[in-house]
């Protein structure tokens, strides 16, 4: 074996944690190599993922706009439309983001390489190019961000046709008349809201009593509404016992709790898988989880001292910005350097119809950790002159604290753009500001932010009632009684 090239750092998988890692190594001198099978960068968050599902969410929420505003536009999707038209805009958005991606690659001096790796030994890469040419890199250090793929059940035709899989799903020529969506997690959760308001007729369903059971169950109650008010349908506390397409336009599925369903297509959302079974982890000695994923320490370090791991390949949260955040530290840790303060706190952000987004400590984890005494504010986006204006009406702003009110423990939104307000609660929790802090500064009216400060508001609300009822202690009333006597 000839060695080609040697690096400092060999960065697998050009998607967001890969991107960080090379980036931040490059920024402190090192020779990086980043490797990827796609031609152009950025991974299937880019291509398959995020930046095409949120596009075809925004044309969405425009024909939502035209049609609550039917008195002014006399506005009509037509029929067989085509899922492309929706999306036009896409081509355009990822060349941009691709070329800009590409250039800030360039620019750092890391060298791209277009084909797919394989691990020889912890400081050892084969890269097998699209024309057949093999070569071999190697590194001090390697970081693995070759991210997931969609999970398949073994008992469901997947045909990419007539049932899709979320790298698929937006391959589909026309418009369907009806979906069915298997799951109730994020990505079921995002397709089904956007379709629905598309005029799809969606019927979603998994095991589970209402989708995204790990968000705030006020929070998906709503969005669960707003689902249904569009016309979608969700069917809890089942599963299938049997898929099949009848080869010509419709997709038959049977429920365990004897519903039957027929739709023009099939949206299978049921979680995802690592890609690294064709990485030669076994030639390390690296024993796989649960679907595919890769162990790692604190530092994303797996077993193999050098050889690191971030993003999808080593489970939940699977969050582009979190693995942005596991690539900058994998290649801290490796550098010797401090990455700072451990971060705890991770913001979810959900991009259906509407958004929903969290921080910090559900209500139920608030009550194991500090008791019933708790207190909860609330502000629906009907109270919000800006929710008013926008139509962002059927919105709920969380807010919890200790009971005390002297320290925020979560913020949980459903609602057009939580998933940039949170923000404002994320940074209050980093900073252990007291509630209060919403009602003595100054916020821009009218803004969806002012959100925070009637959340704050009932809060300290709650707490002038608290101490109102409040009894007399023991000590005070013998002080009383003292002084009349």
Do not use: W
Not at 77 to 93: F, I
Not at 327 to 335: F, M, N, V, Y
Not at 438 to 462: D, S
């Amino acid at each position: 074996m000839t060695i080609d090239e040697e690096f400092d750092l060999i960065v697998i998988g050009s998607g967001p944690g890969g991107q960080k890692a090379a980036i931040q190594g490059a920024s402190a001198g090192l020779k990086v190599a980043l490797i990827d099978r796609e031609r152009k960068v950025g991974g299937t968050c880019v291509h398959h993922g995020t930046i095409p599902s949120k596009t075809l969410r925004e044309a969405a929420l425009t024909i939502t706009t035209l049609r609550r505003n039917a008195d002014v536009f006399d506005f009509n999707l037509k029929d067989n439309m085509e899922v492309s038209t929706l999306m036009r805009r896409l081509d355009s958005v990822l060349g941009s983001y691709t070329d800009f991606i590409a250039e800030y690659i360039r620019s750092h001096g890391i060298s791209y390489f277009h084909g797919r790796a394989a691990i020889v030994d912890a400081n050892t890469i084969s890269l097998s190019a699209i024309k057949g040419a093999q070569s071999y890199l190697k590194a001090k250090n390697i970081v693995i961000a070759t991210g997931s793929r969609p999970r398949t059940p073994p008992d469901i035709p997947v045909d990419h046709e007539n049932i899709l899989d979320s790298d698929s799903i937006l391959s589909m020529i026309y418009l369907p008349r009806s979906l069915t969506v298997v799951g109730g997690g994020v990505i079921a959760a995002e397709y089904a809201s956007i379709f629905s308001l598309l005029g799809v007729k969606v019927t979603m369903f998994d095991r589970t009593p209402r989708p995204l059971m790990f968000m705030e169950p006020e929070c998906t109650e709503r969005f669960l509404n707003h689902f249904t008010t569009h016309g979608g349908e969700y069917i809890g506390d089942t599963s299938y016992e049997s898929v099949e397409c009848d080869n010509v336009s419709q997709v038959k599925t049977k429920l365990a709790n004897g519903m039957e369903i027929t739709s023009d297509k099939m949206l299978v959302a049921q979680g995802r898988i690592a890609n690294t079974e064709k990485l030669g982890l076994k030639n390390l000695g690296i024993e796989l989880g649960r679907n595919g994923t890769i162990p790692v320490d604190e530092n994303y370090q797996t077993p193999v001292p050098g050889v690191y791991a971030v993003g999808d390949v080593i489970g939940p949260p699977s969050l582009a910005s979190v693995s942005m955040e596991q690539g900058r530290r994998a290649i801290c840790h490796a550098l010797g350097t401090d990455p700072g303060s451990k971060f705890e706190l991770v913001p979810i952000g959900i991009y259906s119809v509407p958004e929903l987004s969290s921080v910090g400590l559900s209500e139920q984890e608030a009550r194991e950790q500090y008791g019933d005494d708790i207190i909860i504010g609330r502000a629906s986006f009907d109270e919000v002159a800006r929710g008013q204006i926008a139509g962002i009406q059927d919105g709920l702003l969380k807010m919890i604290s200790d009971p005390e009110g002297k320290k925020i423990l979560g913020v949980h939104i459903v609602a057009e753009g939580a998933t940039d307000l949170i923000h404002v609660g994320e940074m209050a929790i980093i900073n252990n500001n007291d509630v209060r802090v919403f009602l003595e500064n100054v916020m821009n009216f009218p803004t969806l932010g002012e959100a925070y400060r009637i959340a704050a508001l009932n809060i300290v609300t709650k707490l002038s009632e608290r101490a109102s009822r409040k009894p007399i202690s023991r000590i005070q009333n013998l002080i009383e009684q003292a002084e009349l006597n």
